[in-house]
């Protein structure tokens, strides 16, 4: 960890394992490029340009402050493991706007609907590349119409906790 003058300093005693799963530490650690335990604006503008290059530097610029204004809870200019973890956990945050911010970063063209090409540009962005052939399966396993699409709806059904095993507990009228 960095001190304003660039000195080396330990990471906060929030940083500790406990209370963080492995999961959330793995992903925190992808952010945090130099591996001094915060996520610096630069850091976090790397990786949210990796993912959905910003049309504009300014543009670039308003997304990661925006970003930070969100993430950074003590207002120290970092994103710490403990702040990343609440922002991440379960009522950390409304569940639709961050499923709609997920949703849009694959939404690349901006009209409502993930679309093939989209997924596997993205996907292939954030190092996880798939043939267009698994794409066209994941985006059919999901889409609900058979146009090959993803809408925000259907992504949200997919996302939401319950889409795992989903069954229909109604009772049958016949």
């Known amino acids: 960890m960095s001190t304003t003058d660039g000195q080396k300093k330990a990471p906060p005693a929030a ?3 406990a209370g963080h799963d492995a999961e959330t530490r793995k992903l925190f650690s992808r952010f945090d490029a130099d591996g001094d335990g915060r ?4 850091e976090l503008a790397a990786v949210a340009g990796a993912i959905s290059p910003p049309p504009s530097e300014s543009a670039g610029g308003r997304e990661v402050g925006a970003m930070m204004d969100e ?3 003590d207002r120290n200019g970092y994103v710490d493991l403990g702040e990343f973890t609440a922002f991440h956990a379960p009522g950390g ?5 961050e499923l709609r911010d997920a949703f849009n970063v694959y939404d690349i063209n901006g009209d409502g609907r993930i679309s093939v090409a989209e997924l596997s540009k993205v996907l292939g962005r954030i190092g996880e590349g798939c043939s267009t052939e698994e794409c066209e399966r994941m ?3 999901v889409g609900v119409d058979g146009e090959g699409y993803v809408g925000f709806q259907e992504f949200k059904k997919m996302m939401s906790p319950d889409a795992a095993g989903v069954t229909d507990d109604k009772p049958k009228t016949e």
């Open 15 to 17: 940083l500790s394992a």
């Open 39 to 42: 996520i610096s604006p630069s």
């Open 71 to 73: 993430l950074d809870a």
């Open 93 to 97: 945050r409304d569940l639709d706007a």
């Open 139 to 141: 985006i059919a396993s």
